[in-house]
Antibody, heavy 124, light 109 residues
C-alpha cells in the first residue's frame, strides 16, 4: 500500500546536526513533489520545506532557511532532511508528506499521504 | 510567512452544520486557488479533507465542503457526527512556500 515511513529522530544538543529520512513505497516516488511539515508539542502544523519531483526546485520556511536542507534520492525512493545548527525551537514531530499533484512541474501544496512522524528533541 | 488566521475553537451539536474560517492575505489565500484543509485526531497524522479550495479526495465524506471568498477560505461540515471532533488546519500556497493556519479545535457537543 501507499506508505511513507520516517526515521532518524532523537534527542540532540543545541547546535548539533541530525538527518531525517522518509522511505516511500507503493507509488512512483519520482513522480511526486515531497514536503516536510513539523508540529511542536501541543502546537499547530508548520510547513518546513518542499522539493520538486526531480529535485530541481526547493523552498524553505524562513524559520529553517540556511540551516536545513531537503534532498531526495529517487533511486532509493527516499526523502531526506538535513538539519544543522539545531535550536530548542526545532523540537517537534517531523512529518514527510506527498504533494497531491502527480502531473510533473506543477505542485498544489496539498498533502495527501503522510508518514507517522518522527520526534526530534533539541535539548542540552 | 505569517500563519493564516483560524478561530481557536468551534462547537456544534450532532446533525448541525459548522463553518471554520481561514483568513490570509493577497499573497496567499487571495492569490491562489491552492487552499487545503486537514483533520487531525490526537496522536495521529493529519488527513487531507479538501484541496484546491473545494475538491474532495476520494473517500472523504461529502459532508465536508470548502469555499473561498477574497482572502478568506472556509470549511463547512454538515450533519456533524461525533467522529468529526478533531483539530482542523487550513493551508495555502504562498508563492513557493506553504503556510498553515493555527488550527481550530472542533467540539461535538
Amino acid at each position: 500500500q501507499v506508505q511513507l515511513v520516517e526515521s532518524g529522530g532523537g534527542v540532540v544538543q543545541p547546535g548539533r546536526s541530525l538527518r531525517l529520512s522518509c522511505a516511500a513505497s507503493g507509488f512512483t516516488f519520482s513522480s511526486y513533489g515531497m514536503h516536510w511539515v513539523r508540529q511542536a508539542p501541543g502546537k499547530g502544523l508548520e510547513w518546513v520545506a518542499v522539493i520538486w519531483y526531480d529535485g530541481s526546485n526547493k523552498y524553505y520556511a524562513d524559520s529553517v532557511k540556511g540551516r536545513f536542507t531537503i534532498s531526495r534520492d529517487n533511486s532509493k525512493n527516499t526523502l531526506y532532511l538535513q538539519m544543522n545548527s539545531l535550536r530548542a525551537e526545532d523540537t517537534a514531530v517531523y512529518y514527510c508528506a506527498r504533494d497531491a499533484a502527480d502531473y510533473g512541474d506543477y505542485l498544489i501544496y496539498a498533502f495527501d499521504i503522510w508518514g507517522q512522524g518522527t520526534m526530534v528533541t533539541v535539548s542540552s | 510567512q505569517s500563519a493564516l488566521t483560524q478561530p481557536a475553537s468551534v462547537s456544534g451539536s450532532p446533525g448541525q452544520s459548522i463553518t471554520i474560517s481561514c483568513t490570509g492575505t493577497s499573497s496567499d489565500v487571495g492569490s491562489y486557488n491552492l487552499v487545503s484543509w486537514y483533520q487531525q485526531h490526537p496522536g495521529k497524522a493529519p488527513k487531507l479533507m479538501i484541496y484546491e479550495v473545494s475538491k474532495r479526495p476520494s473517500g472523504v465524506s461529502n459532508r465536508f465542503s470548502g469555499s473561498k471568498s477574497g482572502n478568506t477560505a472556509s470549511l463547512t461540515i454538515s450533519g456533524l457526527q461525533a467522529e468529526d471532533e478533531a483539530d482542523y488546519y487550513c493551508c495555502s500556497y504562498a508563492g513557493g512556500f506553504g503556510v498553515f493556519g493555527g488550527g481550530t479545535k472542533l467540539t461535538v457537543l
